[in-house]
């Protein structure tokens, strides 16, 4: 027979039980599989809507189910009193790991979910967000262990052989837990030239000379940092359709940080040169107006009339291809995780 118990980093899965009388240790477990199962395939329907769905109503019912069949098998599971023939060692590790794995969902998740709210408001937020989520699915295969430790424990003193999981369910899980790894690490990478650029958007749409440079010199650095993290980043099944997304992200985040930045600096100061000489000659009276301040005038009029068409233009473009990279980017990263977690 066997019974294993997995974590993944995203969700969790858990092998659990109930009991009665029971004549043999083998029957014991078997009780115990027979309940987990109840969580681990509602531990799945969660995973799925995630991966394939992005209704939160949907999304939080199949936590909250999850979370009741957790409570349905702590029940169950409480209600052996004396465990096996009063070996309650077993039991007890397990309703610890059932009351941990409730709390994380019910309590911890809520907190993540709210931090999500905010993540994408900042970088370090964002960053913040992933750490604290990563930090709970932790402490949750750290009680995992210790289960699969005192279910070996237990399979010992009677002699019974624990193989490892081979369960179609137990792949699928931690399948999924590779493809949503693999998709955060390039997120990140992401997340970082996209929020940074959105910045930058606003120091351009603010006229703010000092803001686009410091954030265009910034958008270049994070840029080319990414560029070095994809050369040494290892692609799920050797699939570069989100490698190459990302790529094209970093490409234009870096050209609109080398192009478009000083262009639109170099307008705003021809347009603020502009400004000034009509403020001068607005304040003069015509007569007194000389033909070098006319002359001077008239040229710098000429000047942001020819240069107003084309940085029009700069922009159209830098809008659409700012549009079409994080379009790709998205529609990329749902097709990645929709080909690989699978639905059911």
Known sequence: ??????????????????AQEFKTPVDYLNYIGKETDIISKSTWKYTT???????ARRID??????????????????????????????????????????????????????MQE???????????????RDLV?????????KLNANQKIFANKYNI???????????????????FENQTQLYLIFFKVNYTESVLSKAIESNDISAIQQNSNALEQYSNEGMEKLKTFKPFKNDMSLVLA???????TKKEALELAPTTISFMMLNQKFQESKKVIDNKSASSRTKEEVDNFNKLVN???NEVGNYNKTINKFNVDRSNAINNWNVTSDNFIAKYVPID
């Open 1 to 18: 027979m066997k019974t294993f118990l997995t974590a993944f980093v995203f969700f969790l899965i858990a092998t659990l039980s109930n």
């Open 49 to 55: 809507t995630v991966a394939h769905t992005k209704n």
């Open 61 to 114: 019912a199949n936590r909250k189910a999850l979370i009741k069949s957790i409570q349905n098998a702590t029940k169950k599971i409480e209600a052996l009193k004396d465990g096996y023939k009063g070996d309650v060692e077993y039991r007890d590790q397990l309703l610890a790991y059932l009351s941990i794995s409730e709390k994380q969902i019910n309590q911890e998740y809520e907190k993540i979910i709210d």
């Open 118 to 132: 905010v993540a994408e408001q900042s970088y370090d937020e964002m960053e913040a967000y992933i750490m604290t």
């Open 137 to 145: 699915n932790k402490k949750i295969n750290e009680e995992i262990e």
């Open 161 to 179: 052989q624990i193989g490892e999981d081979t369960s179609e369910l137990g792949k699928k899980m931690k399948l999924s837990n590779e493809v």
């Open 246 to 252: 990302t790529k094209k992200v970093l490409e234009f």
């Open 303 to 305: 000047e942001v009339n």
